[in-house]
């Protein structure tokens, strides 16, 4: 079992930054695979970006490239996402979700990822 918190998450107007960070517990030591998805209110959950247990592999929602950082620090068990230039469209509860089975394998759907954590509300003002 790997338990996952998510921290980070606020209130922040429209072209600012917010560093969410997502703690992982439990058995962790054979590594996990790890992403973060977003859902706003009213619609589905979808897919922001994810990274091999290695670092060596990571991708970004098209909304999202060129804005958001990925990264991991595995002697810390965190995953962080650097969020700039933040938009009112971002605006959605942020969840870290991760997968231990295959710590190399990046994917896309959230079948996939058998950890969630209990997600944390980012907000951004116009």
């Known amino acids: 079992q790997v338990q996952l918190v998510e921290s980070g998450g606020g209130l922040v107007q429209a072209g600012g930054s917010l560093r969410l960070s997502c703690a992982a517990s439990?058995?962790?030591?054979?590594?996990?695979?790890t992403a973060w998805f977003r859902q706003a209110s009213g619609k589905k959950r979808e897919f922001v970006a994810h990274i091999s247990w290695s670092g060596g592999s990571s991708n970004y929602a098209g909304s999202v490239k060129g804005r958001f950082t990925i990264s991991r620090d595995n002697a810390e068990n965190t995953v962080y996402l650097q969020m700039n230039s933040l938009k009112p469209e971002d605006t959605a509860v942020y969840y870290c979700a991760a997968d231990a089975r295959r710590p190399w394998f990046v994917s896309y759907q959230e079948t996939n990822y058998e950890y969630w954590g209990q997600g944390t509300q980012v907000t951004v003002s116009s």
């Open positions: 439990g058995r962790t030591s054979s590594g996990y695979v």
